[in-house]
């Protein structure tokens, strides 16, 4: 019996060592978009909160992370809130959003469940995002079904709004982004004719033939055509996608992406992009939550299309992306927050430091992929804040019990917002490596943790 346990130990343990889904394990996170500018992937994403109210989706904020690799994520925050719109008085229900960035400015569609759909913009992909227009954006009398907003911009430079559960509508959006064409359908607003050859067949609860077709649309171009993925079959929901000639349709339905699996959420989310040469299909499931359908997590997995252009069929893994698209330089400052996977810690933000690492605890770790030594550091620097008498950041490579390059003491700064410039001698390393913090100490939160590098 002794050696089936050590066994199962070691299986469990290597499972989640090579572990990278879901991308976030910090805070719970849902319905993701990413967009790929300037080199990076941006992924906006729901948040659910840590507690339920009544039992159902619970969520006040939209967040944002970023990557170059696919691999590492780095924390952006809370970039925009229900608090954002001055004309409502919501308090629940920051559902799925989508940015899409036009002539320098980036521009958040996000449905308020029960408000409908409304647009933030900014300067920056990560915020300060405010309100341009004080209302909604959506002018339509089934604003409970206006949830599950994409965008898509096409080669005239024509911008397309889609949503809807569990019909699908659009308009075509003006240039300036916040307005849209009111000349077509009833008001602007055009509503798809949902058939089964459009969207697959799905008799409806009434014993009516319907289509496959649920919520949560992607719409996106590759090569000539345009693809809309979406959230398929109702409770439990399924991936799946049809394609057409032009935004507008008329949309072919092409079949699954994704299946129904145990660990996904009874929800989901599609959204599909390219980067750095690969495609990548990303999701939400309940793996972090142990089958909490209310607290879903974000996961990716790479994949290729067929020679036609079809999309295979994809299965949800916890390994997720096997293998980064560049390697991560530790001789620049990089900010704690920017990991592959932790067990254990949170992140915090204050208008002054920005994204940090906090709720640290004895044992807690930050795992970072794919790190190029090169020929070698000599030297670790932090920036940490410790009210605590004493922690250390044992740095590791390979796992969180491998090879020990050093220890950075961590020192009673006072404050846990007083940060100071912690730093230790290391082993030489050279080459890629998978970087490991483990954090030691003793009772309670140890320290909080901001930054770091090698010399």
């Given amino acids: 019996m002794r050696k089936v346990r050590y066994i199962l130990f070691f299986i469990?343990?290597?499972?989640?060592?090579?572990a990278?889904?879901?991308?976030?394990?910090t805070v719970f996170t849902a319905d993701p978009a990413p967009m790929v500018h300037?080199?990076?992937?941006?992924?906006?994403?729901?948040?659910?909160?840590?507690?339920?109210?009544?039992?159902?989706?619970?969520?006040?904020?939209?967040?944002?992370?970023?990557?170059?690799?696919?691999?590492?994520?780095?924390?952006?925050?809370?970039?925009?809130?229900l608090k954002n719109f001055g004309w409502m008085d919501k308090t629940n229900g920051a559902w799925a959003p989508h940015c899409i960035e036009r002539n320098g400015k980036f521009y958040l569609y996000v449905p308020i469940h029960g408000e409908g759909i409304a647009v933030l913009v900014s300067d920056s992909p990560t915020g300060p995002f405010i309100d341009p227009i004080g209302k909604r954006l959506v002018d339509s009398d089934h604003i409970w079904q206006d949830i599950d907003p994409t965008v898509a911009i096409d080669d005239k430079g024509q911008a397309w709004l889609y949503w809807g559960n569990p019909k699908l509508w659009y308009v075509r959006l003006n240039e300036d982004m916040v307005s849209y064409d009111r000349s077509m359908g009833q008001n602007g607003i055009i509503s798809i004719d949902m058939t089964a050859e459009a969207f697959g067949f799905k008799e409806g609860r009434d014993g009516k033939p319907g289509t496959t077709y649920t919520e949560g649309p992607w719409l996106y171009k590759r090569n000539n055509l345009y693809y809309m993925a979406f959230a398929a079959a109702g409770i439990p929901e399924y991936l799946a996608y049809s394609t057409a000639p032009s935004p507008e349709g008329p949309w072919t339905y092409k079949g699954i992406i994704m299946e129904r699996a145990p660990h996904l959420a009874f929800t989901n989310h599609p959204a599909i992009i390219d980067f750095k040469g690969n495609s990548y299909l990303f999701y939400h499931d309940q793996d972090l939550s142990k089958g909490q359908g209310f607290k879903r997590s974000v996961s990716v997995e790479q994949f290729n299309y067929?020679?036609?252009?079809?999309?295979?069929?994809?299965?949800?893994?916890?390994?997720?992306i096997k293998q980064s698209v560049a390697n991560l330089n530790p001789f620049k400052k990089v900010e704690a927050e920017t990991m592959a996977w932790s067990e254990g810690v949170k992140t915090a933000s204050d208008s002054k430091t920005g994204v940090y690492v906090t709720q640290i605890d004895n044992g807690d770790y930050i795992k970072v992929r794919s790190v190029d030594f090169d020929k070698g550091a000599r030297k670790f620097k932090a920036s940490v804040a410790s009210a605590s008498a004493a922690g250390q950041i044992e740095i590791r490579t390979g796992s969180i019990d491998g090879e020990l390059l050093g220890v950075c003491e961590v020192k009673n700064?006072?404050?846990?917002?007083?940060?100071?410039?912690?730093?230790?001698?290391?082993?030489?390393?050279r080459g890629v490596q998978d970087l490991y913090f483990v954090f030691k100490g003793g009772e309670g939160p140890l320290f909080n943790f901001d930054w770091w590098r090698f010399k």
Avoid at 20 to 25: E, R
Wanted: proline content about 3%; some cysteine; charged content about 20%.
């Fill in 306 to 320: 067929n020679a036609d252009g079809t999309i295979p069929l994809i299965i949800p893994t916890k390994e997720g």
């Fill in 413 to 429: 700064s006072d404050r846990m917002q007083k940060w100071t410039a912690q730093s230790c001698k290391v082993k030489k390393t």
């Fill in 38 to 81: 300037d080199g990076k992937v941006y992924v906006y994403t729901s948040h659910d909160e840590d507690e339920t109210v009544k039992n159902f989706f619970t969520m006040f904020d939209w967040r944002c992370y970023s990557t170059a690799d696919m691999v590492n994520w780095t924390d952006h925050g809370v970039i925009a809130s």
């Fill in 12 to 18: 469990v343990y290597a499972l989640v060592a090579s």
């Fill in 20 to 25: 990278q889904n879901p991308i976030i394990q």
